[in-house]
């Protein structure tokens, strides 16, 4: 595999290694030629936010924790890409929670699902759903590969945690009655918009402080967890991070003219 070598000085450091994971990941067949894109895509939104987990998405991070501790049945949704950047924070997730992970894949390949499931089971991962030897049964409305759902999974879920996801199957999975929690740089995708709790944040940041706050919150009176997620806007939240947008682009015009009228003495 062709690697490059990332200075550690580099401002783009984080960036490039993140980058480097995906590569690694598409090589591997875990992560499809489209989720490239997408990942640039959601890199783009990085930059916007700033690069950095704010408040208001550790709140979200919070709610996210306490909704799946307090589900009957949650459930992990794993993607290539989600694989390829974070699989030993998913499993540890699925260990601290109790949720298990199932295999969903849009560009479905089956190299492609005995990739995801190598690298999950490399991670710790005992047991894993989701996959073509096991029953399944379908979403309503929904015409792509992902559709198909495992009925040990998503299936029976109250809870499902979909970490960059579409935004059709976000939709469907609502219109079903799933309690729909999602990572998402993208605060106007419509997945962002159709969840009941979206995490505005890098995966890369944020998953292991999701990993963190389910530690910090399980044995907590139910009550309480419940509180929490009451409590959490999700519109409030998609609001702030769209001003957090439009602050850092007019810190970064200031920045940029500060540097102009400089170099120009």
């Known amino acids: 595999m062709d690697t490059i070598e990332i200075p550690p000085d580099h401002p783009r450091?984080?960036?490039?290694?993140?980058r480097e994971q995906v590569i690694e990941g598409h090589q591997r067949h875990i992560v499809a030629t489209a989720g490239l894109l997408a990942h640039g895509r959601g890199e783009a939104f990085d930059y916007l936010i700033g690069e950095r987990t704010h408040s208001y998405t550790k709140l979200a991070i919070n709610a996210a924790a306490a909704a799946m501790l307090t589900a009957d049945h949650p459930v992990i949704s794993?993607?290539?890409?989600?694989?390829?950047l974070v699989p030993e924070d998913l499993v540890l997730l699925s260990e601290v929670t109790g949720a298990p992970l199932e295999v969903n894949l849009f560009y479905y390949r089956k190299e492609r699902e005995d990739a995801i499931l190598e690298a999950l089971k490399g991670a710790g991962a005992k047991r894993v759903l989701g996959t073509h030897d096991r029953p399944s049964t379908t979403i309503p409305e929904l015409s792509s590969n992902r559709r198909r759902v495992d009925p040990d999974g998503i299936g029976s879920a109250d809870v499902v945690l979909v970490p960059l996801e579409d935004g059709d199957r976000t939709e469907a999975l609502r219109r079903i009655g799933k309690f729909v929690i999602t990572i998402d740089l993208n605060p106007m995708s419509r997945t962002a918009i159709f969840s009941n709790i979206t995490i505005v944040d890098n995966i890369v940041r944020c998953m292991p402080l999701l990993v963190e706050a389910v530690?910090?919150?399980?044995?907590r009176p139910i009550k309480e967890l419940k509180a929490i997620v009451d409590r959490f806007d999700n519109r409030s939240n998609l609001k702030k991070s769209l001003e957090t947008i439009r602050d850092h682009i007019d810190e970064m015009a200031s920045e940029a003219q500060d540097f102009k009228e400089e170099t120009a003495q």
Request: aromatic share 0%; proline share 0%.
């Open 13 to 18: 450091r984080v960036s490039l290694e993140t």
């Open 215 to 219: 530690r910090e919150h399980k044995g």
């Open 78 to 84: 794993v993607n290539g890409n989600v694989c390829a």
